[in-house]
């Protein structure tokens, strides 16, 4: 499964981005997507997940503010970012699961700026 993200960028306090990731290759087994984020020196974390049946998890940080959905016919994934922070700013991943098998694309950068 090859992964890539798309949708990064510099955006205000506030303000909203969209990020989308397209898959390609064999989805046969991929239950989970979703979105992973690093800030520098911080570990990778959990953004949000979405099942192939659109069963959603999200951090906490980002409850309410970001939403993930999923096109299963078009193999994509898109998170919505809205109300962004400053402690928003990460490389994001897109993120997909198959069994005990992990995919990542490469990052795509998010600035918010206060």
């Known amino acids: 499964v090859q992964l890539q993200a798309s949708g990064g960028g510099l955006v205000r306090a506030g303000g909203s981005l969209r990020l989308s990731c397209a898959a390609s290759?064999?989805?046969?087994?991929?239950?989970?997507m979703g979105w992973y984020r690093q800030a520098p020196e911080k570990q990778r974390e959990l953004v949000a997940t979405i099942t192939r049946g659109s069963s959603t998890n999200y951090a906490d940080s980002v409850k309410g503010r970001f939403t993930i959905s999923r096109d299963n016919a078009k193999n994509t994934v898109t998170l919505q970012m809205n109300s962004l922070k400053p402690e928003d700013t990460a490389v994001y991943y897109c993120?997909?699961?198959?069994?005990?098998?992990?995919?990542w694309g490469k990052g795509t950068l998010v600035t918010v700026s206060s």
């Open positions: 993120n997909a699961v198959r069994i005990q098998q992990n995919y």
């Open positions: 290759g064999s989805m046969f087994g991929i239950n989970v």
